[in-house]
């Protein structure tokens, strides 16, 4: 249960008088980067999740708002059956514990995929947006300003230099011209393998909305540039592809955009959407690298650091692969030099 016994009871009771079944049983179902838990519970009506979102440390208005905007846009997001406000408790559908990353696969790759797609485009062009807040310059600004405090200063240990700074931040305003410049549409803002479930065909579930793939952890959804979801699914932190896979699963994306009419198919060519993909994909892994490393200094969640090395691949890679981003990759490399990025250091962990 819960660390705190007293709310884990109040979680039980709650479980307990929305299902009207005493008897329940209340297991770990899983937790994730913020404050919030989820568990299963299991009785006489089958299984349900319940979701713990401690007042005061998350709220659990946006994951309710934003999952009623999916699903009324046909989308699979947990059914809500009951939300105790004050409490931080919300009892939902359970839908199962098989993610994409522990599916995927070269065999099973294609065809998983082209659910998520399909349903990364129906977000993109059905979703209510409105009043959704903005991936703004200051939202983008302190995304990436994790990097170079917990990623440089904290676990690396470099001090970084004025003109290094002069190099940090002339990346970060290309960056983020880049990414305002493209169109911009609602934007999941977490959108990979272990964010979306394989769910089979239930009863209940509107014919509009395909089963697979299960949508969580939705709450974090903005107003943001078109590139960037699709670049969280197929530069996955957690698992990776060949680029001739990538760029393949890209231009058809492109070109379904363009069917669509959310992009201008006359000057949003192969190579400009690629950019935009690649850009969008740098920003949010340079965010990750100082996400990954806050995890663990500040939340004492170490299995992040493990996940580092890919995407520091990333990030190097893409940097590489344009001029104006050249003098950034040369500080990452100078300030990582041989250290082994999946280790913590000692003294900034004290």
Known sequence: MTPNPVRSEALRRFAADALGDPDIVVEPASADASFRSYWRVSGAHGRRIVMDAPPGKEDIGPWLEIGARLRNAGLHAPEVHAVDRA??????????????LSALDAASADALYADALDALLRMQTHVDTAGLPAFDEAFLTMELELMPEWFLRRHLGHAIECEEWDVIEDAFVRLIHA??????????????SRNLLVVA?????????????GVIDFQGAVIGP???????????CYIAWEPERVEGWVEAYRLRLRHAHLIDGTHVD??????W???????????VLGLFCRLWYRDGKQQYLADLPLVWRYVITVARGYAEFALLADLLERALGARDLTQP??????
């Open 179 to 192: 990414l305002r410049a493209q169109p911009q549409t609602f934007m999941h803002r977490d959108y990979h």
């Open 226 to 236: 078109i590139g960037y979801d699709l670049a969280a699914l197929l530069r996955d």
């Open 270 to 275: 192969a190579a400009r959407f690629r950019r």
């Open 201 to 213: 065909a239930a009863p209940g579930v509107p014919p509009a909305a395909p089963a697979n793939p």
């Open 345 to 350: 250091r000692a003294e900034a962990a004290a």
């Open 87 to 100: 409490q931080g408790f919300v009892l939902m559908e359970d839908l199962g514990t098989r993610d994409y």
């Open 277 to 287: 993909f690649d850009l969008a994909g740098l920003q949010r892994h340079l965010k």
